[in-house]
């Protein structure tokens, strides 16, 4: 072998030193590039911050299923989850507002004995005494709250504390109760008053006696039995919106797994508006490409690691927080995936499985499309599901009539079958009912606001005090004598959930004046 030879072999040997030495030192920048200090700061850290990150919500969707599934030894977190989507699913909120808000708890105090066995003056002082106690108890809004717990977490424990002028239902946490059995045709509880040992004892004082009573029974007693005691049934209440199982399972459950999907999709719309204005810049660093085969060595770059870094980190210091620079020897080429469907149409058929879930129509809560007759026919049945749950707070206050007077069993309480969306079209039934002479004064007067003893007391008032009756003079109309307004004139206007499509469509065109539906 010659010395040319050699000398020839000895430079390529020095120069793949030299080229991986090179080498080294900008795998060593270019990696600094890719991962740097501060990577919440880089173009990178933000992108994979914003598609990495978990809510609370998404961390616990996978287990929802099995919670579901078992639902007994699940009882919590599933009551957790409910109120976890109450605070931040407007979707969910809405649908348990719209029939928390439905409700409407109007009763009537009935008379079931014979009019032979009750004198007349004694029959008007009991129902003074029973309208009485019953205004104590403000029962439109204590049950309306009960109600909103029971639509949340399908349980509410109580205890009723009242004295001769108030009355309030005190709410027990729920994960220190347990269903015991029924009573008087209601579910019955037992408390755990380990609840108030450790800093919760301080408690104790702000609970009524018999707690504290069974309390220092349980703690002062080697009978572990006593940790779950149940509380006196006259004072303890407890309403349960799926009466006719154990397991406690929030009434709309069956949205959760919906709304999981939901949450995912809106956080996907958001990655997917945030990387569409992403922008990638590519600095290609340049290489040796003669055919000297001097130059034909591995990772040979034209320019060394400092140039580099120095042209990129000019670049980059100009560029605005949505874009972003790389440095590569190698060609980069867009790889596309086959285009899904849009992220805002993954979301509006999430939000749509949600309410079907519900059972509850989604143009209840989008007014952009509608059929009116479909939306009267879907709230009538969203009435049927508030409505059940009046039975239960009518067995209550008959039970209250039943232990507070026991000798008064000819009287009981019902309430009154409408809603906040039908308490109109209920009125003018019962007013036709009082045309052919049923017995409704009672029901229209709840219906107002009035119990018995305010009615009574306000017919007093402005007709043998003030006699408004004599001195007022009514408006005239076509019942008085006639309107000169030809706008009055005609058939009435019907109500918007007794037309057609097609009506509601003419009415809203305003164009339908000459013929068609009113």
Not at 98 to 119: K, P, Q, S, T
Request: proline residues 3%; hydrophobic residues 35%.
């Amino acid at each position: 072998m010659t010395d040319k030879v050699k000398e020839e072999e000895q430079m390529i040997e020095l120069r793949k030193k030299y080229a991986q030495e090179i080498s080294k030192d900008f795998a060593t920048k270019m990696k600094k590039i890719g991962i740097p200090t501060n990577e919440s700061s880089s173009i990178w850290g933000r992108r994979r911050s914003t598609m990495m990150t978990e809510t609370a919500l998404s961390k616990i969707a996978p287990q929802v299923g099995s919670w579901l599934q078992n639902p007994i030894n699940h009882e919590k977190q599933l009551r957790g989850l409910s109120s976890m989507l109450y605070n931040v699913s407007g979707e969910y909120r809405g649908m348990l507002k719209y029939l928390v808000d439905m409700a409407r708890f109007y009763y009537v105090i009935e008379f079931n004995g014979d009019e032979g066995d009750h004198a007349a003056n004694k029959l008007k002082k009991e129902l003074k005494t029973l309208s009485s106690e019953f205004s104590k108890m403000n029962i439109s809004h204590e049950k309306a709250k009960i109600f909103e717990t029971v639509m949340k977490e399908d349980v509410f424990y109580g205890y009723e504390i009242s004295d001769k002028h108030s009355f309030f239902i005190q709410k027990l946490d729920p994960d220190y109760c347990r269903l015991s059995g029924h009573s008087d045709g209601m579910w019955a509880f037992e408390f755990d008053f380990q609840y108030f040992t450790g800093n919760r004892k301080k408690l104790l004082d702000s609970y009524p006696n018999e707690f504290k009573t069974r309390y220092y029974r349980y703690v002062n007693s080697d009978d572990n039995s006593l940790r779950w005691q149940q509380l006196d049934f006259s004072k303890a209440v407890c309403y349960k919106f799926n009466e006719t199982q154990r397991e406690i399972i929030p009434p709309l459950s069956s949205t959760f797994e919906g709304l999981m999907e939901l949450n995912d999709y809106r956080r996907y719309k958001k990655v997917n508006t945030k990387l569409n204005n992403y922008l990638i810049l590519h600095q290609k660093v340049p290489m040796f490409k003669d055919n000297d085969k001097s130059n034909q060595i591995p990772n040979n770059f034209m320019i060394d690691s400092d140039t580099m870094m120095m042209f990129h980190n000019m670049l980059d210091s100009s560029l605005p927080e949505e874009i972003g620079a790389v440095v590569s020897p190698m060609d980069i080429e867009p790889l596309q995936l086959e285009k899904q469907k849009d992220p805002a149409d993954k979301v509006a058929e999430a939000t749509r499985d949600v309410y079907n879930a519900a059972g509850i129509n989604q143009y209840l809560f989008n007014p952009d499309k509608n059929s009116t007759a479909g939306l009267s026919k879907s709230i009538k049945k969203d009435e049927a599901i508030v409505i059940r749950f009046y039975l239960q707070v009518a067995r209550w206050m008959s039970r209250k009539i039943k232990m507070n007077h026991p000798k008064w069993g000819h009287w009981n309480v019902k309430l009154i079958n409408t809603t906040h969306m039908s308490e109109d079209e209920y009125v003018t039934h019962l007013i036709q009912l009082g045309t052919l002479g049923f017995p409704v004064v009672g029901a229209l007067g709840a219906m107002l606001g009035y119990d018995i003893n305010k009615v009574e007391s306000m017919l007093y008032l402005e007709n043998d005090v003030l006699k408004l009756k004599e001195r007022m003079v009514p408006f005239a109309s076509s019942h008085t004598g006639g309107t000169n307004d030809s706008s009055e004139r005609g058939r009435p206007e019907a109500d918007d959930d007794k037309i057609s499509d097609s009506g509601q469509a003419n009415r809203d065109s305003n164009d339908g004046v000459s013929g068609g539906e009113k």
